[in-house]
């Protein structure tokens, strides 16, 4: 050790440079080497794990039904979906008993594993992963799935990256050693050149004189005498200097803060507009055409409120990296709003373009981001216009791309439009109906219709469903499907369906003072589920009248379930310990999964009148109303038919099981006072019979 010192000592300071620079990057960058091996390890056994446990939990959904009618055959088929995974090796649905039910494994020779009891529900070990899950419909424990992924694929991937990195590494090292002994001469000559030409300025105070440096040469006295030099230098110099720093810091600022967004780093919404106008005139000189794109990313109001402005800002910074990798070099991409970003593409020679590059942006966007342990997926809706085929200016140009963007989002999101002569004169209607939908309440142009719910067992009308309807002074009888949109996007649903419920409760309370019993269901928009005084209101309105909560049924679809919040699933159960009934609407259509079946307190499904039209001669349409009703009572859910328009379709919606039915057969929607006819001709027939 006291020679190595020795020689250390004996060593010029270029050689001890580099070769302290040498060990210590290559040992920074072996032990980078190893985290970065231990974290790819941690995050691709992560992913396995999360991928295995969420096919276990699906596939373990899927079995309810087949394990419920011991249908062996479907069960088979459902686990054969799991071929489609790759690192899923094998699977097995064992019963209650504990005997195997059915299994499925990715090669035929290899015997599955009989399945531990008291395993726990997920088991890794350098073999693989293996996920428990139960099999249960309700509180009935039906049996229980096992499946077991490879962890091959993950050794497969370390692989790589190790036989990646390494090569890389000691590229790097002999890069570095290379370049440090051709540019180690250098270090040290014109050290002691300058110290020596510092000698001279110093003395003579010629700042003219250069320094000739030498092939080889050793660090010299170079604080000493530079020192002198910069004295003498900075009296004079300092706050000129310092001037003029200052000022161009200053501009380089106010530069920065004039055009580009702090949070992305883009330009914002002033550069764009200045580049958008001075694109569009040399487009109208050299007759080009320019492409602008809008897009507004889905649902990060919700991301931001649920997770934080941080995380928030920082899948801003990702979601703006991901975009601009679609873009050509001198494409202009701007953070123009909250979540609003531009996109102007210039000297497009096909109109295709756009869509491809919206396409692009929307499967860079499709994959999750990752941001402090959150897995976040954001969609984009993207509105696309074109100069000059859409318009000439530049005001025209962002309206009618903003318009497609706003058609985007509210055809399901998620997706891009181009702008179409149509949207214009829907946005002049959608405004004309805007303007009207603000009146209509006040000069109570709104009726209600009520279809008739009947038992099916007893042939009695026991329910009705409330249908608002708007008859316009001028417009005439507007369509729900024109309206209800506008009242969504305007907020106007909020009062609407108050007026809704209070009209439906005084209507019910009526029929039930003249002895008839019945329910009154009444549709609950999106909007209104996210209003934090809706328990409020829905008891206020009861009490005000005086109706009963058992009397009064909400109607929910599934997309609002989906989307709920753990605000939403509290207004919900403090409707339910009220009183008040929750059904599904439209059942069959959406995400028709028991999962939120469990976890919302739903008390009635109605199944969708496109399920019903095809009965009993669709096996189809037969078999799913056939799950859907044995799904309801297994659940203890009341099921009700919609659309019933033949006596044979309720003749088998009778014999399947089906509660309430309604549908035209018994009755189109009508005003109140008929309603209240056929209520009491019902009673009278009844008389008569007693």
């Not at 020779?109 to 890794?124: C, E, I, Q, S």
């Not at 962890?151 to 790097?172: F, G, H, K, N, R």
């Not at 909400?554 to 609002?560: G, K, P, Q, V």
């Not at 969708?608 to 009993?616: A, C, E, I, Y």
Request: glycine residues 6%; contains cysteine.
């Amino acid at each position: 050790m006291e020679r190595l010192i020795e020689w250390i000592n004996r060593q010029a300071l270029s050689t001890k440079l580099k070769w302290t620079y040498l060990v210590t990057s290559g040992g920074v960058m072996f032990l980078s080497t190893l985290f970065l091996i231990g974290i790819q390890l941690y995050f691709f056994t992560a992913a396995l794990i999360r991928q295995t446990q969420s096919q276990a939990t699906m596939v373990a959904e899927n079995l309810t039904a087949a394990m419920a009618f011991t249908d062996a055959e479907a069960a088979g088929d459902i686990l054969s979906a799991l071929r489609l995974a790759p690192d899923v090796q094998s699977a097995v649905a064992y019963d209650a008993q504990g005997k195997r039910f059915v299994n499925f494994t990715r090669d035929p020779d290899t015997r599955t594993a009989a399945r531990d009891p008291h395993a726990p529900d997920t088991v890794l070990d350098y073999r693989g992963i293996q996920v428990t899950r139960p099999i249960q419909v309700g509180n009935r424990r039906l049996g229980t799935l096992v499946v077991q992924s490879s962890v091959t694929s993950v050794y497969q991937q370390l692989a790589l990256y190790l036989a990646l990195a390494l090569p890389v590494m000691l590229a790097l090292l002999s890069l570095s050693y290379f370049a440090l002994s051709r540019l180690q001469r250098y270090f040290t000559a014109p050290i002691l050149a300058l110290s020596a030409v510092s000698q001279q300025i110093s003395r003579q105070g010629d700042y003219s004189l250069r320094a000739e440096v030498p092939p080889a040469a050793d660090i010299g006295l170079l604080a000493h005498t530079f020192n002198g030099m910069l004295d003498r230098i900075q009296k004079r110099e300092r706050e000129l200097e310092a001037e003029i720093n200052e000022r161009k810091r200053i501009e380089i600022k106010l530069d920065r803060l004039a055009h580009y967004d702090p949070v992305t780093q883009l330009t914002n919404r002033h550069f764009f507009n200045e580049r958008l106008e001075a694109v569009i005139a040399r487009s109208r000189k050299f007759e080009e055409r320019t492409i602008l794109m809008f897009i507004d990313l889905d649902n990060f109001k919700t991301v931001n409120d649920t997770l934080g402005h941080d995380i928030g800002d920082e899948l801003l910074r990702l979601v703006s990296r991901r975009l601009s990798e679609t873009l050509r070099f001198g494409d202009v991409l701007s953070r123009i709003g909250g979540d609003e970003f531009g996109i102007i593409i210039e000297n497009v020679g096909q109109t295709g373009v756009a869509s491809k590059i919206a396409e692009k942006c929307l499967a860079k966007l499709a994959d999750p981001i990752h941001i402090h342990g959150h897995d976040i997926h954001i969609g984009a809706s993207i509105g696309i216009s074109i100069y000059p085929d859409d318009a000439t200016d530049m005001h025209a140009l962002l309206k009618y791309a903003d318009t497609a963007m706003y058609y985007a989002k509210n055809g399901g999101k998620n997706a891009w439009r181009m702008f179409t002569p149509s949207m214009r004169d829907d946005a002049h209607k959608r405004f004309k109906l805007d303007t009207n939908l603000r009146r209509a309440l006040e000069r109570d142009e709104f009726v209600l219709h009520y279809q008739p719910q009947v038992d099916l067992r007893s042939g009695d009308i026991v329910g009705v469903e409330a249908l608002i309807r708007w008859v316009h002074p001028q417009l005439g009888m507007v369509s729900p499907s024109d309206f209800i949109p506008v009242a969504e996007d305007t907020g106007m649903i909020v009062p609407i369906g108050e007026w809704v419920l209070r009209e439906a409760c005084r209507d019910l309370k009526h029929w039930r003072d003249q002895g008839h019993l019945l329910r009154v269901a009444v549709n609950l928009s999106g909007r209104q589920l996210k209003e934090s005084a809706l328990v409020v209101t829905v008891l206020a309105t009861l009490r005000e009248v005086g109706v009963d909560p058992e009397w009064l049924e909400l109607e929910l679809t599934e997309s609002m379930l989906m989307d709920a919040s753990t605000d939403i699933l509290d207004r919900l159960h403090a409707l339910t310990d009220a009183g008040i009934q929750l059904a599904i609407d439209d059942f069959g259509t959406g995400y028709s999964s028991m999962s939120y079946l469990k976890t919302f307190p739903v008390r009635a499904l109605k199944v969708d009148k496109s399920f019903v039209r095809g009965l009993p001669q669709n096996p189809e349409d037969a078999a799913i109303t056939r799950a859907i009703i044995a799904m309801a009572r297994s659940l203890r859910m009341e099921i009700v038919a919609e659309g019933i328009e033949t006596q044979e379709q309720s003749d088998f919606l009778r014999a399947n099981g089906c509660d309430k039915s309604q549908g035209y057969l018994y009755g189109r929607p009508c005003p109140a006072a008929q309603i209240g006819e056929m209520l009491g001709e019902a009673r009278t027939r009844a008389c008569a019979v007693d």
